[in-house]
Each structure stands twice: as C-alpha cells, then as structure tokens.
C-alpha cells in the first residue's frame, strides 16, 4: 500500500512499516481460545465479529450454484460498494483537457494533460501513445499506488512503459494527494503539511464518514473519467479497455473493474487477498480501501474479482507481501468455481512473483502478456519485456510548479468536502416548550440508536477485584468487569472515608486513561478528596485497553487508528461499543448498591467526552454530565480542513441527522457543564464561538425553565476540581 519515490526506498519503508505492523494478536487468540491481554482485547474482539461475518459470507456464497443466482449477488455486490462510497457524481462535466507538452522517444511518445474530472477539480495525467502499429489501439487505465510521485515515480513509469511498448494506450494519472495534486501542500514547506500521501488521505478520508462516503468516491470518479478520456480519443479502440495498478493502484483497478462496465480486461497488483488473512496481519490500511459495514454487509476481497465475470481477470501477487498471498490463493479459488458457471475458467488466472510488495519485471511481463492476449488476441504467452528508459520525474510533470494548488488553483478533495459538507445541518425545529423538547429526546434516542449501532448488553458482568490501596485517605479499589464476553473493562473503585462522603457517586472516563485521572492531584483523586465516590473506566481502547495494533499515522489518527477502522467494518462504531461499557459501568454500580437514589453522575475529559455524552442520551441513570476538553461539535470538523485524534468519536453517516449541541439538548433538564471545549486540531475554543455553536443546546434549557442547568466555561490551567466546578450537583 505504501511507496516512496524510488524502488529502493519503497521496498525499504515498505519493510518498515510490516515491521512495525507485526500481529499482535494470533489467529486462536483472536478468536477467543485464548487469553489475551487487555492491549490486545479490543482487535480480538472484532477479529472475532469479523471471523463470524466472513464465515457467514462463505457459506452464502457456497449456495450459489446457477448464473442466475450469481447475477444477483453480482448486482447487491455493486450495489453495495456504491452505497459504501457514498456513490458516484451524477454529471459528467466536460474533460476541458489541457495538453500540457510531449516527449517524444522514436517508437512512442508521452503527453502531458491536465483533464478536469470535476469542474476545477484538477487531474495531471500522462499519456503513453504508441507510433507505430493499429490505427486504432487497445488503451490501459493505470492508477498508481501510494507514491509521493505518483504517475512521474519509476516504478510506474515501468508498468507504463512495458505496455506501450506491446502495443498499448496507456493513461495513467495522479490519484488525489500524490504526486502533482497535493491535496494539504504547502509552497513555503515545498511538501504537504500533514505529512505523507497517505496521511492526506486518511484525512479527508475520515472527514467523508461522518457524511456517509468515502475518500474512494473521489479516486474512482477520477479513474471513470480517465476511461472517458481514453474514449475520446480517435486512435483509441473504445471497446477495448483494460486497468491494471499496483497496490493502491491495485485497489483502484479492483473498484473501477467492478463498477465500470466499459472495463473489458483487469489485472490488479498486490492488492487482492482475504480479509480473514488480513486481519490476521497488518489489517486495514488506507482510508479508500475499506469500508464501514463492509464485513457487516458480507463484502470480502473476492467478491471484487467475482463482479467482473465473467470478463478477463489476472491476481497479480507477491510471495511477500502484506497483502498475504495465502488470502490471495483463497480469492482465486472462490472466484475460479464463479467463473466455471459460464465456462470461463480460463479467464481468471493468477501470476505470483517473488519477493515483497510490488511489480518485478516477471509480473510486469504477465500482466503485458495477459492483456495482449484478451485486448489483442494474443497467444498469452510470456515474452521478455522490451528494454526501455524511465524519464526524468520532473520531464513528466504537467504544471510549472509542480503542483495544481500553485499552479491552476482549483478545488481539492478537502474543498469539495467542506463546500458541500458544511449544507449537511441536522433539523432544528424551534424549541418553545417541553413537548418541544421532548420530541427532540426521542428524535435523538432513534438517531443515536440507529447511527451509533449501540447495542445494551444484559449478561453477567463477572466482576473481579484485584485488590486494594489507600491513596490521600480514600481506597482505591482495582476491579474489572464484562460488558459482554470478549470485552473487559478495567476500572478503579475509589470511596472516600465515611467522613468526608457526600452521598454523590462519579462515573470518570478519562482519554489518558484510569490511572492518570486516579494519580495524587488527578481528576479522580479530586473528587474524591470531596467526598465523592468515584468509578473510573478504561473503556474499550482506552488507558490498559490501548490497542498496539497501530501505524505510522497514529500520532494524527489516534493508537486505535486500526481497531477504529475494523469496529467501523464489522458495523460497531466506537462509539456504540464504549456507550455499552458506559452503561455496564452504571449496571456495576447499581449491582454494587453505589447508586444513590439510582442515579451518578458523568465525568468525561478528551475525546472520551463524545462517548459519556451518547451514553447519557441513552440512561436517565447519569443525572448530569461533565465535559472537558471534548470535541466542539462534528460540524466543526466537516467544516475544517485538518483533524488530530478524532477518529474514535466518528459516527459515519451523523451529518445532517444530528451534532453534538443536539444531544446536549436533549439532556435538558439535567445538568451539564461543557469546560474547554476543543477545536478538531485539539486546540482552545474560544468561549463566544462555543456558545454560538451550543446556542440550540441553550435554548432546550430555556424550553424548560433550566438555563442554570446548562453552563459553558473555562478552566484555567492547575485550577483544581472544586473550583472549576464549584456549582457541580
């Protein structure tokens, strides 16, 4: 999936990140039959959803037996994949092509085009004609992988230059955020501003969720338009179209095959494998290559391949790669019996080359021959590349400066996003009464029921006690308990001396974790110095639940990065999932006799904030929350064009249906306190713009004669508890 500019430094940070990606979690382990320690708990758990949903997809395919039956898992497959991306644009505006210069190398030239796949929204691309042979050509689509370069990176330029010179049309182009089309760059820096291209699309990537699509939605519209290009092209044989890519290229050939009829041939590099193999690995990688609900829904790798048939199909892999070629033999098999259903076993194949990830010459050489053998009644037979010159990266760029944003301008990704993002409002009907306001709690409990996919566990909690310890004349007693087999929640219990109680119980969930809030001066330990009695929680991914299962981008994206991405795959947000350890930490103190009068109280500090204010939506049982240092609102990071560490307050699909001022609404009357609310970067609010963004919230309480209930402020840094939060019930 990852590529630097040259061969080398791509196979060297490609090890890299594999290393640093080493499973943390067995195949056995991650299916429950052995223990495992809390780190790992969280990606076991969904390895094991994960484990059933795949099965669960198997045994649906195994029933298939007639094209007819076939055809129809063909049509959902399609459906669904254009469901998850958030669809396609529903016009095709004009190419405006712009031919920016050519190279002219004897037997085949290079042109330089810009093409406009969206109006201003910039594609550089370079286009290899052949100069001698068929007045008409059979044409390539080639999107490239995760390369700072991109189309101009010699890696590519070789797949590019194999084919033309077998007789090959062949665009291949600049996906979003690499090579000319920096989706984040900076001219002072001379490169992005948020790091590498993978980075810029996770970005935007997980911006896209919260509207219901994906990053993919933008990279497969470019390719489709490419192909439109192609067309348009008077040499060019329009019905003879075929893709081919590496990696991210691979993944982009495998969605354009599967969704553009007019693809006649494929041929993906190092991306096709099995999701139960890749769980087992590195796991979900970069945000267009997987999807929420997509192993919910019974979406796996093969069922790409399978959209194609019965058309010409080759699984290029690696004998080491990350992408594991046991996952990839297992697609070739499923997708072979697929095809014998019309006779067409012969047109999926596969081709394994040695080493780790990418396109050696030996692959290159079988993807040429497998084109040429179905786009020009070729034998198929392998023959020895001809020799060729890469071209200088620079000789290959198609704007002056090196980058659209500082040569034409024009939009992005992110623009596109923020433009059409910042319209998705929820519905806000005027607030002028409790009725009002009661709807609206019902409205919200639906929604967040519905969005957040939160599911209430009943079982037993198997509580364990690990022993106690005394701490500034409180006892610190350290337990775990079950939310439902396979999660485990570590907590502290701290109960202040009879003296000091002031009959108030405390449900604390802290983004640093338990520990941190419990230390000397913490935010646990200060309650509890008032008399509070205190439960802190670890919930899932949280404190000793912090997943090692992480990437490179952790630092942007949060050391749940891939846990996130898989509970959002199997249809279990975060979010849900830690709402249920929230409220299984309120059946723990009901079962314990630590309620009082049935009800605690929420305490929340980081992005942890987001989960305790969904939790509270759901129970009347938390009688008043406190936030510090959450999430402003989701409308502020549709708006923004860079986020820090929000990933695991993503609901997909909550613009539009409600924000984060709307569930606080919905407390009304129940007290809240929202104290240094936070920008989506993790910077101070100031306090008039988050009254302006809370001004419905505002008015919920007023609805219902409760506008003390409702406060908004500042904590000053080493203000302790009980003046921050003097007026706190």
Not at 217 to 239: A, T
Not at 286 to 292: I, L, N, S
Not at 296 to 304: A, I
Not at 705 to 724: D, I, M, P, T, Y
Request: glycine share 10%.
């Amino acid at each position: 999936m990852r590529v630097s500019k040259s061969l080398a430094g791509f196979i060297v940070f490609i090890g890299f990140l594999c290393l640093r990606a080493v499973p943390q979690v067995s195949g056995n382990a991650a299916q429950g039959s052995q223990e495992v320690h809390h780190d790992d708990m969280l990606r076991a758990y969904l390895q094991r959803i994960a484990f059933q949903q795949l099965a669960q997809r198997k045994d649906r395919i195994a029933e298939i037996r007639t094209r007819t039956q076939f055809e129809k898992r063909k049509a959902e497959v399609r459906r669904q994949l254009l469901a998850m991306m958030g669809g396609l644009p529903n016009e095709r505006s004009p190419l405006k092509v712009r031919r920016m210069g050519t190279i002219d190398r004897g037997d085949y030239r290079v042109e330089k085009l810009i093409y406009e796949s969206l109006p201003r929204f910039y594609v550089t691309a370079n286009l290899y004609v052949p100069k001698t042979g068929s007045s008409r050509f059979p044409a390539i689509l080639q999107p490239t992988g995760h390369s700072l370069s991109a189309k101009a990176g010699a890696f590519y330029q070789d797949i590019s230059l194999g084919l033309v010179k077998s007789g090959f049309v062949v665009l291949t182009y600049d996906p979003v955020g690499q090579g000319e089309r920096g989706i984040f760059y900076d001219s002072a820096l001379g490169g992005p501003r948020i790091g590498r291209n993978t980075t810029e699309h996770e970005m935007v990537g997980i911006q896209s969720l919260l509207a219901g699509e994906s990053i993919a939605r933008y990279m497969v519209w470019d390719g489709m338009r490419g192909i439109d290009l192609l067309q348009s092209l008077p040499y060019v044989d329009s019905k003879r179209i075929g893709v081919t890519g590496c990696s991210g290229g691979g993944t982009l050939t495998s969605y354009i095959a599967a969704l553009d009829d007019r693809v006649q041939v494929a041929a993906p590099a190092c991306y096709i494998t099995d999701w139960e193999d890749q769980l087992l690995g590195t796991g979900p990688q970069d945000a267009e290559q997987q999807f929420p609900d997509q192993l919910k829904n019974g979406l796996n790798h093969p069922d790409l391949v399978e959209a194609f048939a019965p058309k010409p199909y080759l699984i290029n892999s690696t004998t080491d790669d990350f992408f594991p070629i046991a996952g990839s033999r297992k697609a070739l098999a499923e997708s072979r019996r697929i095809y014998a259903l019309f006779g067409a076993e012969d047109k999926v194949s596969s081709f394994v080359a040695p080493g780790g990830h990418g396109v050696p010459k030996s692959q290159r050489e079988a993807i040429e021959a497998w084109m040429t053998r179905w786009l020009k009644d070729g034998t198929g037979t392998i023959t020895p590349e001809p020799l060729f010159q890469t071209e200088y990266e620079e000789d290959l760029l198609c704007t002056k400066t090196g980058q659209i944003s500082t040569t034409l301008g024009g939009d992005t990704s992110s623009t596109l996003n923020i433009r059409r993002f910042s319209k998705l409002t929820p519905p806000r009907p005027a607030l002028t009464g409790r009725q009002d306001v009661d709807r609206l709690k019902a409205r919200m409990k639906n929604e967040v029921l519905r969005l957040t996919r939160y599911e209430e566990s009943k079982g037993p909690l198997h509580v364990k006690t690990m022993g106690s310890t005394e701490q500034n004349g409180h006892r610190i007693t350290r337990l775990s308990y079950e939310p439902e087999p396979g999660r485990v929640v570590p907590a502290l219990l701290v109960e202040p001396t009879a003296a000091l109680s002031r009959k108030k119980t405390v449900l604390y969930i802290d983004g640093h974790g338990m520990d941190a809030a419990a230390a000397p001066h913490g935010g646990v330990d200060q309650l509890a110095q008032l008399g509070d009695l205190v439960v802190g929680l670890d919930p899932s991914g949280i404190g000793e639940t912090t997943s090692t299962w992480t990437s490179y981008s952790s630092p942007w994206f949060g050391s749940d990065e891939r846990v996130t991405w898989l509970a959002l795959m199997v249809g279990k947000p975060l979010v849900g999932i830690r709402m249920d350890d929230i409220l299984r930490g309120v059946d723990l103190l009901k079962q314990k006799g630590l309620l009082y009068d049935g009800k605690c109280l929420g305490f929340a500090r980081g992005a942890v904030a987001v989960d305790m204010l969904h939790a509270a939506v759901m129970d009347q049982r938390i009688a008043g929350v406190a936030m510090e240092d959450s999430l402003i609102s989701y409308g502020q990071i549709a708006r923004s064009p860079i986020h820090r560490q929000i990933f695991e307050a993503v609901v997909p699909g909550v613009l539009g249906k409600y924000d984060l001022p709307d569930l606080v609404a919905a407390l009304a009357p129940r007290p809240v306190w929202l104290v240094n609310l936070r920008s989506p970067v993790g910077n101070p609010v100031f306090l008039r713009d988050a009254r302006h963004e809370y001004e419905y919230a505002a008015s919920a309480y007023a609805a219902v004669g409760a506008s003390k209930q409702f406060r908004l402020r500042l904590r000053r840094e080493g203000e302790n508890v009980a003046s921050a939060y003097s007026a706190l019930p």
